[in-house]
């Protein structure tokens, strides 16, 4: 499999996991408000606040994300002149890359995952009994 297929590929996970949690936490808020009861599904919520944890805790203690790293790896090759595109990796790229500086990113995800612990407190998770 070529490089930049793989960067591809990584990079359409890594697009699906930033889904996952914006929209995730979006339809947990329709869904206390809707009284959807699945969205207090225990396994979804534990997921879905460990995966803007993990962000969070990576940001606050200066980790770069692996899956950026592994992307740009594949993608860049030794060096900047090496870089490999396609179609769908530079659109993806657009989405999910912004030149902003660092602290700022750590401020929104820190708030991000702060956010999601506090529905799931005020909110909490259940486990269906039967």
Same mark, same amino acid.
């Given at each position: 499999m070529?490089? $930049? $297929? $793989?960067? +591809?590929?990584?990079?359409? @996970?890594? =697009? /699906?996991? #930033?889904?996952f949690v914006i929209l995730g &936490? *979006? #339809?947990? =808020? %329709? /869904? *206390? %408000? =809707?009284?959807w009861d699945w969205v207090r599904n225990l396994w979804f919520r534990i997921i879905h606040l460990v995966a803007i944890a993990a962000v969070a805790a990576e940001a606050l203690l200066g980790i770069n994300c692996p899956l950026t790293v592994l992307e740009f790896? =594949?993608?860049? /090759? #030794?060096s900047p002149a090496d870089r490999r595109v396609s179609f769908v990796g530079d659109? @993806? +790229?657009r989405i999910l890359y912004y030149d902003a500086p660092m602290w700022l990113f750590t401020i929104i995800y820190t708030? &991000?995952? *702060?956010l999601v612990a506090v529905t799931f407190i005020l909110a909490p998770p259940t486990r269906k009994s039967h």
């Open positions: 070529s490089p $930049l $297929l $793989l960067a +591809d590929i990584i990079a359409i @996970i890594h =697009l /699906g996991y #930033v889904i &936490f *979006i #339809v947990i =808020l %329709a /869904g *206390i %408000a =809707l009284r790896r =594949l993608r860049h /090759g #030794v659109m @993806i +790229d708030a &991000f995952a *702060i």
